[in-house]
């Protein structure tokens, strides 16, 4: 490690930093209904969507009718994202003349946009047309995005109302969260990337002949608009194979940092939204706080391993002796531009919050730096994590922690003025349970099955940890993978789908039952033995309890994984 690397990975803190409070304040006047400085321009758009689409934009929800206006949205627009794959050869705007795209597959990538994850088992720019790629993929972005973001400020409600039965509209916070939020930095983040010499076109693909005389062709298309959302929005989708390690995708050091920050920009934001939501910014920062605990230590971690490189391996590539170290540290799968401090940090990024791009290969990770990705994904994506997704998950954890510090002093817990009683606890654990249930449930299928065994680009515990990456990622609504696996067959891409739509909807819906159940509570006063919740004391006890919770209920499957390889690497076995 070095301390260049770490002036970066300092400067990307800072930088998040400072845009934390604006965005956070400005969030929490979109959702109260407050006038912002967006407003002369989409105030009046916003009106038309409610006219049009015959919206009450004062009307109140019950959680159920809130939870259904989610899952509508979601299925409509995913078998809509399914038919157009299904028919995209008849449609415009596919110069390539690319075929319809098989049922399994179509499947699979419409469950995917739709949950958040963008898992692509297919190589974009052989496969998906420019009108899908725009009408069905880059649309789910900003859709999928919006009801992470509806559902996060519905379960904020649970707490800072009472005494109602209510959690606000979903149609009206869908609607702002789009217009308000997602568009404009969507826009902004398409300039700035176009600016730094990201492609933006309709053209077919050019063919080029080079030094050496061969023929190669280069993908063209609408990329700007689609790699903006995709990371705001925490998607993670790339409109190429590459991903952001592609020089169209991510062409400079700065678009690096611009997508880092994309990604964590709303997630951090929403902190801050839920402490003036409670009017109690401190109880935001305490969310912040814990969050940012668990970034630097994955940071650590990734960039600690990834730096010492492989033991096995010297500056000749071949092993001498137990002692000889990789030179330089591991630059295999690293994409040369960015090195070892910023494929880390992106690493974390992007595995921290339920985004998935990347701009190195997982799959090349040393087997500890391996190790962060799964356990980021495994905590249930709270630290910052995706679009609303974070903020509800990390609330969901701290009311888990408020639970535990009520059991040892003997006391009924609160948080935030509300008592945690056995509905809420209930609630809680069955979304803890979903995601723990169907990352090891599928994983432990998938292992021991012939049709996966031949999917996978190497054996062993790397092997393994191909298969665990894969459902964990897919539950966890992330996207990247260790990418030695081919998920591309029709038994992975439907439990890939289905581990998807589990790991979104199973554990949204108990979330959204206890904020309804939340918002009805009355208000308890603040005594002498209630636990304060926005000190250093409650930091690390949420710190505490999602690693212990969140991440131990992995470990076995962990220790079978990345943690043997790890030890059998540095007793000089590799796998292959």
């Known amino acids: ?187 902004v983040g398409a300039l700035l990337l176009v600016s730094q010499g990201a492609i933006q076109n309709f053209a077919s693909y050019t063919k080029v002949t080079t030094v050496e005389g061969a023929v190669q062709t280069i993908p063209q298309g609408p990329l700007a608009s689609q790699e903006a959302i995709k990371m705001i929005g925490t998607n993670g989708g790339g409109f190429f194979n590459a991903n952001s390690a592609h020089p169209y995708e991510n062409p400079t050091p700065f678009s690096n940092l611009l997508q880092m920050l994309m990604i964590f920009s709303i997630p951090a934001g929403l902190t801050y939204t839920f402490g003036k939501m409670v009017k109690d910014t401190r109880q935001g920062w305490a969310i912040f706080a814990a969050m940012s605990v668990l970034f630097f230590a994955g940071v650590w971690v990734t960039y600690h391993f990834e730096q010492a490189g492989n033991p096995n391996l010297t500056k000749l590539g071949i092993a001498t002796a137990a002692t000889d170290t990789q030179s330089g540290g591991n630059m295999e799968g690293k994409e040369v531009r960015y090195g070892i401090a910023n ?121 393994f940890s191909e298969v665990l990456y894969a459902y964990t990622s897919a539950t966890g609504n992330n996207g990247s993978a260790f990418g030695g696996i081919n998920a591309n067959t029709p038994y992975l891409d439907t439990t890939l789908g289905l581990a998807m739509l589990s790991g979104r909807f199973l554990m949204l819906i108990p979330l959204l039952a206890a904020a309804g159940s939340l918002a009805q509570k009355k208000l308890v006063p603040v005594s002498a033995g209630t636990f304060p919740t926005h000190g250093p004391l409650f930091v690390a006890l949420l710190v505490g309890v999602m690693v212990i919770v969140g991440a131990l209920t992995f470990f076995p499957a962990l220790s079978l994984g990345p943690i043997v390889e790890h030890f059998l690497m540095h007793a000089g076995r590799l796998w292959s």
């Open 1 to 187: 490690m070095t301390g260049n690397g770490w002036l970066q990975i300092a400067l990307f803190f800072l930088v998040l930093l400072a845009l934390t409070k604006p965005l956070g304040a400005y969030m929490a006047k979109v959702f109260a209904g407050e006038r912002t400085w967006m407003h002369r321009l989409l105030r009046p758009l916003e009106t038309v969507i409610y006219k049009v689409c015959g919206i009450d934009e004062n009307g109140e929800q019950h959680w159920t009718r809130y939870a259904g206006g989610v899952l509508l949205i979601s299925v409509v627009t995913l078998l809509f994202t399914y038919v157009l794959q299904r028919i995209q050869q008849w449609l415009p705007l596919n110069p390539q003349g690319l075929g319809n795209v098989g049922q399994h597959l179509a499947f699979n990538t419409a469950a995917s946009f739709t949950t958040n994850t963008n898992w692509q088992s297919y190589t974009p720019e052989t496969t998906m047309s420019y009108l899908t790629q725009m009408i069905g993929l880059a649309t789910h972005n900003f859709w999928s995005a919006a009801v992470g973001i509806s559902v996060a400020i519905a379960f904020v409600r649970g707490f800072a109302r009472h005494s109602v039965k209510t959690l606000g509209s979903f149609w009206v916070d869908f609607t702002r969260a789009t217009i308000y939020v997602l568009v404009p930095l969507a826009v």
């Open 343 to 463: 494929s880390a940090l992106f690493t974390t990024v992007t595995t921290d919050a339920s985004c998935g791009a990347v701009n190195n290969a997982h799959d090349s990770l040393t087997p500890m730096a391996g190790l962060v990705p799964l356990i980021n994904i495994e905590l249930g994506e709270v630290v910052f994590g995706g679009v609303g997704s974070g903020l509800y998950g990390v609330l969901m954890f701290a009311v888990l922690a408020v639970f535990i510090a009520g059991l040892m002093v003997g006391r009924t817990p609160e948080y935030l003025g509300k008592k945690i009683e056995q509905k809420e606890v209930k609630m809680m654990m069955l979304s803890v349970l979903v995601l723990a249930f169907t990352i090891l449930g599928f994983s432990g299928a998938g292992a021991n099955l012939g049709t996966v065994a031949n999917s996978l680009g190497n054996h062993g515990p790397h092997g």
